[in-house]
């Protein structure tokens, strides 16, 4: 009987997973929301990134010569305007404008890694302010 059983269970568990897998596509909600995420993880990449310049231009500009933000660290357009576009686009576009945010995320990440860089390199008491701070936040 348990075998039964237990033959029972992983022929439904195939077939239910088998048909969700082949009928299955993501709503434009199970979508967007990722795309959503990662444009809020990107504002606060934004925001560290500004924190970070602000505490080198107070004390010495000179931290950060020679390092230039990516094109996406000025961009700032009208979020909600944004929002509802997402609901418009394709799953195509969608996937695009995933990537894209990605692709952007990876970019503002590389500048913040270079700003510590350049931090840790000529002022490493402004890192450990950054380090207190972050672990006085969490």
Same mark, same amino acid.
């Given at each position: 009987?348990?075998?039964?059983?237990?033959?029972?269970?992983?022929? *439904?568990?195939?077939?239910?997973?088998?048909?969700?897998?082949?009928?299955?596509?993501?709503?434009?909600?199970?979508?967007?929301?990722?795309?959503?995420?990662?444009?809020?993880?990107?504002?606060?990449?934004?925001?560290?990134?500004?924190?970070?310049?602000?505490?080198?231009?107070?004390?010495?500009?000179?931290?950060?010569?020679?390092?230039?933000?990516?094109?996406?660290?000025?961009?700032?357009?009208?979020?909600?305007?944004?929002?509802?576009?997402?609901?418009?686009?394709?799953?195509?576009?969608?996937?695009?404008?995933?990537?894209?945010?990605?692709?952007?995320?990876?970019?503002?990440?590389?500048?913040?890694?270079?700003?510590?860089?350049?931090?840790?390199? *000529?002022?490493?008491?402004?890192?450990?302010?950054?380090?207190?701070?972050?672990?006085?936040?969490?």
């Amino acid at each position: 009987m348990k075998l039964m059983a237990d033959n029972y269970d992983d022929d *439904h568990l195939k077939s239910s997973s088998h048909s969700n897998q082949t009928n299955h596509k993501p709503s434009p909600d199970q979508v967007i929301q990722p795309l959503l995420d990662l444009d809020q993880n990107r504002s606060k990449l934004k925001l560290y990134i500004g924190h970070l310049t602000a505490l080198c231009h107070d004390r010495d500009p000179l931290i950060l010569h020679g390092l230039t933000p990516p094109a996406s660290y000025n961009l700032d357009g009208d979020h909600a305007a944004w929002e509802k576009e997402l609901q418009k686009m394709t799953q195509e576009q969608l996937h695009e404008e995933m990537e894209k945010g990605e692709r952007d995320s990876a970019e503002l990440q590389e500048f913040a890694n270079a700003i510590l860089q350049q931090i840790a390199d *000529h002022c490493p008491d402004i890192l450990e302010q950054v380090v207190n701070a972050l672990e006085e936040s969490s």
